[in-house]
């Protein structure tokens, strides 16, 4: 089995809602780690992470523990960053054994071309200005650089927290309505790209399941609050599944 999901953010929220996110996480990656062959994590597994050479944000031992035990048991799994955990370096990858991916990722799984991703800074209009320079700023290697030498990180991770926390409350309450920009995204991608049919994104904190002719577009929820995944079965066939 294949399974994706997306938007857990731990470390969001009061104390209770970070441990009753992480033992929901935890609990679901035991109850799937008997048949999973592939975990795809399609980002923000991390309400903030930012991560310096020598020096990662304390916490997230039991997720980090049952991830690194769970490849060592030979199931893959494979993280693509979101904007809130796009700042990672080797410490997943060397600790974990978990694959990272930095941009969307198009694959075949059973026969069944897919494009995953978490969504964001993809089809961002050309009148959102702000949004536009915001992404090119934090995805900026040399501003990273710079950040890491002359930030301390309680500072860095105050600040961080501080963000993220904005950021995800932006959100706020959504309707399909909102997953329309990826949709189009999903479209000319199609298009574009013959027998690409298949598109699983996340980020938008809303589980939304959209047919187009051949075309599938599948939306993966938050754990805050529609905690989700998808699984595909060796037949290519998904379920979009609430937790």
């Known amino acids: ?86 700042w990672v370096r080797d410490y997943l990858k060397s600790e974990c054994g978990i694959e990272i991916f930095t941009s969307p990722l198009e694959t075949e799984l059973c026969g069944r071309k897919m494009l995953l991703a978490h969504g964001d800074n993809m089809n961002v209009e050309r009148s959102k200005i702000g949004l536009r320079i915001m992404n090119a700023v934090f995805r900026s290697r ?14 860095a991770l105050s600040f961080g927290k501080w963000w993220s926390g904005s950021s995800r409350k932006s959100h706020g309450v959504q309707g399909p309505e909102c997953t329309e920009p990826l949709i189009e995204y999903a479209r000319k991608y199609a298009a574009e790209h013959p027998g690409v049919d298949t598109f699983i994104f996340g980020h938008m ?8 002719g051949d075309m599938r577009t599948i939306f993966l929820g938050c754990w805050q609050n529609e905690p989700s995944c998808a699984a595909m079965d060796g037949d290519g066939n998904i379920t979009l599944k609430r937790i």
């Open 205 to 212: 904190h809303l589980m939304h399941d959209c047919s187009e």
């Open 142 to 155: 040399v501003l990273r650089f710079l950040f890491s030498w002359l930030v301390h990180p309680d500072l």
């Open 1 to 86: 089995m294949y399974y994706f999901v997306s938007d857990i953010h731990l470390g969001a929220g009061s104390k209770t809602e970070r441990e009753n996110t992480e033992r929901r996480f935890v609990e679901w990656l035991d109850a799937v780690s008997a048949d999973a062959g592939k975990i795809f994590i399609l980002g923000d597994l991390f309400d903030f992470w930012f991560e310096y050479r020598n020096v990662v944000p304390k916490g997230f031992v039991r997720t980090l523990a049952r991830l690194a035990e769970m490849t060592d048991r030979g199931v893959e799994i494979v993280l693509l960053t979101g904007n809130h955990d796009m």
